[in-house]
């Protein structure tokens, strides 16, 4: 019922910004908290941050400060916002949806900190 489709991944200089998209497919966005996740070869995932329908804000200490999670409804697009960019940055980012009864994933998009 949801498909998740991440975006805007890459390379980027240490220090860099990048900005991460999802697209999302299903009814009722609007109404869902979603979120980004991200998980590093040999790591667990891990929060970056979640928005509810309510636009209220959540992140994981690692990139507090340095990230900025928002939503467009209109376009049921999600979006991440990250600044000042560190090696450590370097995963692969997913899109998440929580429903009434199922977490909804997406297929991740490669982010590579690197000189």
């Known amino acids: 019922q949801v498909q998740l489709v991440e975006s805007g991944g890459g390379l980027v200089q240490p220090g860099g910004s990048l900005r991460l998209s999802c697209a999302a497919s299903?009814?009722?966005?609007?109404?869902?908290?979603m979120g980004w996740y991200r998980q590093a070869p040999g790591k667990e995932r891990e929060l970056v941050a979640t928005?509810?329908?309510?636009?209220?804000?959540n992140y994981g200490d690692s990139v507090k400060g340095r990230v900025t999670i928002s939503r467009d409804n209109a376009k049921n697009t999600l979006y991440l916002q990250m600044n000042s960019l560190k090696p450590e940055d370097t995963a692969v980012y997913y899109c998440?949806?929580?429903?009434?009864?199922?977490?909804?994933w997406g297929q991740g998009t490669q982010v590579t900190v690197s000189s």
């Open positions: 998440n949806l929580r429903g009434l009864y199922n977490l909804y």
């Open positions: 928005i509810s329908s309510g636009g209220n804000t």
């Open positions: 299903g009814n009722r966005f609007s109404i869902r908290t």
